[in-house]
């Protein structure tokens, strides 16, 4: 038992007594993808869009999000567990470095801006909006105040930290579900289909009967996510699997290209049926 907790949860080194940097980093990071920086390019110009001109849906967006970090945290991870220099101390330690510093700064300056213009019932829900986002739940936060005397969106300015919480939570949970099943003899990435088709059916099931636990709920979400980690999964270890859809390539690729705005052509910010709109974004993908 010792044993797996040094192994996994210090830092390489630790056992000696070595702390410098060269010894304690040693998780492998996925090489630069410009591919994937189109997709981002995608996700950042509808949510923009949706915000700036109200003529597109930002859902896309963060669904698109979503399956690129999923993709991405899921190949640093399948990468050192299968390398064996997976830690649970320095993936998390990353984790924090590379979004608490940017976060705590507007969290901070919201905190202090608030101070001089919003009123003191405002503050106050600013107050418990900034505690949520340092805790990186924030998407249960939104959801738990959702109802009839709920304020309007734009009265939220820290909304769009439901997104991260979610983000977060999985970056949590994940590693610690991976390492579980990573030694056993299960088959890994049937696991993982079958994790995915049910989150995925919660969230057809659901859309219908409650959309704001739908859209904030990481049960139904998670799905987006592990979309991204079964593409990573298969790119590492099941590459016979994507010969298909290697050979044809560019034919997938424009088909994909193609159906990305089909969820937000011709809906707009002040649409009222925002239920048809999370429905079409939903199948479609």
């Given at each position: 038992?010792?044993?797996?907790?040094?192994?996994?949860?210090?830092?390489?080194?630790?056992?000696?007594?070595?702390?410098?940097?060269?010894?304690?980093?040693?998780?492998?990071?996925?090489?630069?993808?410009?591919?994937?920086?189109?997709?981002?390019?995608?996700?950042?110009?509808?949510?923009?869009?949706?915000?700036?001109?109200?003529?597109?849906?930002?859902?896309?967006?963060?669904?698109?999000?979503?399956?690129?970090?999923?993709?991405?945290?899921?190949?640093?991870?399948?990468?050192?567990?299968?390398?064996?220099?997976?830690?649970?101390?320095?993936?998390?330690?990353?984790?924090?470095?590379?979004?608490?510093?940017?976060?705590?700064?507007?969290?901070?300056?919201?905190?202090?801006?608030?101070?001089?213009?919003?009123?003191?019932?405002?503050?106050?829900?600013?107050?418990?909006?900034?505690?949520?986002?340092?805790?990186?739940?924030?998407?249960?936060?939104?959801?738990?105040?959702?109802?009839?005397?709920?304020?309007?969106?734009?009265?939220?300015?820290?909304?769009?930290?439901?997104?991260?919480?979610?983000?977060?939570?999985?970056?949590?949970?994940?590693?610690?579900?991976?390492?579980?099943?990573?030694?056993?003899?299960?088959?890994?990435?049937?696991?993982?289909?079958?994790?995915?088709?049910?989150s995925f059916g919660l969230n057809i099931w659901q859309v219908n009967k409650d959309i704001v636990a739908t859209f904030y709920s990481p049960q139904t979400r998670f799905w987006e996510l592990l979309t991204g980690a079964c593409v990573a999964y298969a790119l590492l270890f099941k590459q016979s699997l994507l010969?298909?859809?290697?050979?044809?390539?560019?034919?997938?690729?424009?088909?994909?290209?193609?159906?990305?705005?089909?969820?937000?052509?011709?809906?707009?910010?002040?649409?009222?049926?925002?239920?048809?709109?999370?429905?079409?974004?939903?199948?479609?993908?």
């Amino acid at each position: 038992m010792s044993k797996i907790f040094y192994k996994y949860f210090l830092p390489v080194g630790a056992m000696q007594g070595k702390t410098s940097p060269s010894t304690s980093e040693h998780l492998t990071h996925p090489k630069y993808r410009s591919d994937i920086d189109g997709l981002r390019a995608i996700a950042v110009l509808s949510v923009v869009g949706f915000h700036a001109f109200g003529i597109i849906v930002g859902f896309i967006g963060v669904d698109v999000f979503f399956v690129i970090s999923g993709f991405l945290i899921s190949t640093i991870i399948f990468e050192n567990m299968e390398g064996d220099s997976f830690s649970f101390m320095e993936f998390y330690g990353r984790r924090i470095r590379r979004i608490f510093p940017s976060l705590s700064v507007v969290l901070i300056f919201c905190l202090l801006f608030g101070w001089f213009v919003l009123f003191a019932d405002e503050y106050q829900q600013l107050g418990k909006h900034i505690a949520a986002g340092a805790g990186y739940v924030s998407n249960l936060t939104l959801w738990s105040e959702s109802g009839y005397f709920d304020v309007v969106a734009e009265k939220k300015p820290l909304l769009h930290l439901w997104s991260l919480g979610i983000e977060e939570q999985f970056y949590i949970i994940w590693p610690l579900f991976v390492w579980g099943f990573w030694k056993s003899r299960l088959n890994f990435l049937c696991v993982l289909i079958a994790i995915i088709t049910i989150s995925f059916g919660l969230n057809i099931w659901q859309v219908n009967k409650d959309i704001v636990a739908t859209f904030y709920s990481p049960q139904t979400r998670f799905w987006e996510l592990l979309t991204g980690a079964c593409v990573a999964y298969a790119l590492l270890f099941k590459q016979s699997l994507l010969k298909v859809f290697k050979e044809k390539a560019t034919l997938f690729s424009a088909i994909g290209f193609t159906l990305t705005p089909m969820p937000v052509s011709g809906t707009t910010k002040d649409e009222n049926n925002v239920l048809a709109i999370k429905q079409r974004v939903t199948v479609i993908h």
